[in-house]
């Protein structure tokens, strides 16, 4: 049997960033090129969201998500004071409204994300519990336009866990997973998928959780432009073969297997 001619997907990249300004277009060509099928732009917050939006109309190969990133979430409540990051803290904005917007478009979109929590870059009380407020509010658009989530869950991966469960959500992708394998396991027994970066070429931790979770738990990314293959260089979504590649060999499966069941388990979660 020949190989399907876009074996690949990407279920995380933002293309709305600096380092791709005026190289969406061609990026999205050599993704198809690469053999990729669909990529999906993800949104962090009101400016990022409509530029997804707006660059998906352009390229049949790019899906829509729109979200509002953890940290961009609490930029009303943070301690500006105590930020100690070597970035500004997160612009205010009327993050109610955004939510609302995300509402009245959620029907034209694949995805509500990137949306999550992190406990990493932010550590005061009063912003993690508005975190937790916003990613509720966007759990619930989630299911009422039966869409669903991206999740950023840096050093959160058990609240967020523990969250959707109460929401009710079933459909998710937990992205750039860093937790613990055992609960790894657990996010995959309850339904919600995993998606593993390019990275995995030389990151031992996801090739541990590539051997672990089951396959049809599995979906492939890149959040492009980090978590590339190459250390430094600057990662795009045709670069998912070589994820697919690296998977495959941890899991000692021929890459074309696990090619075809990671596009499946898209078509499964995304219904494209
Ligand atoms: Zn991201």
Redesign the pocket.
């Known amino acids: 049997m020949l190989p399907p001619t876009s074996p690949y997907v990407d279920v995380?990249a933002?293309l709305i960033h600096p380092s791709f300004a005026g190289e969406e277009d061609a990026v999205a060509e050599r993704a198809r090129a690469a053999g990729l099928a669909f990529v999906i732009v993800?949104g962090?917050e009101p400016k990022s969201n409509r530029a997804v939006i707006e660059l998906c109309r352009r390229h049949d190969n790019l899906l829509p998500a729109v979200g509002i990133?953890p940290v961009d979430a609490c930029g009303a409540v943070i301690d500006r004071a105590a930020w100690d990051h070597p970035f500004d803290p997160p612009a205010v904005f009327d993050v109610d409204a955004e939510i609302d917007w995300i509402d009245s478009v959620a029907s034209e979109v694949v995805a509500i994300g990137?949306v999550g929590l992190d406990a990493y870059w932010v550590r005061d009380a009063a912003a993690l519990a508005e975190q937790e407020r916003v990613l509720r509010r966007l759990c619930k658009v989630a299911i009422k336009h039966d869409k669903p989530l991206i999740l950023?869950t840096r050093k959160a991966e058990a609240r967020t866990f523990e969250l959707l469960q109460e929401e009710g959500v079933e459909r998710a992708d937990f992205?750039?997973y860093g937790g613990k394998l055992k609960l790894a396991k657990r996010i995959a027994n309850a339904g919600y998928y995993l998606s593993i970066p390019p990275v995995v070429e030389r990151a031992e931790s996801f090739q541990r959780m590539a051997q672990e979770v089951p396959l049809e738990r599995l979906l492939t990314e890149t959040?492009s432009p980090?978590m590339g293959p190459d250390r430094g260089e600057r990662n795009e979504p045709a670069n998912v073969p070589r994820g697919v590649a690296a998977i495959a060999k941890a899991r000692g499966e021929s890459a074309d297997h696990v090619a075809a069941v990671l596009r499946a388990n898209f078509r499964t979660l995304f219904g494209q």
């Open positions: 995380h933002h993800n962090l990133y990137e950023h992205h750039c959040d980090y």
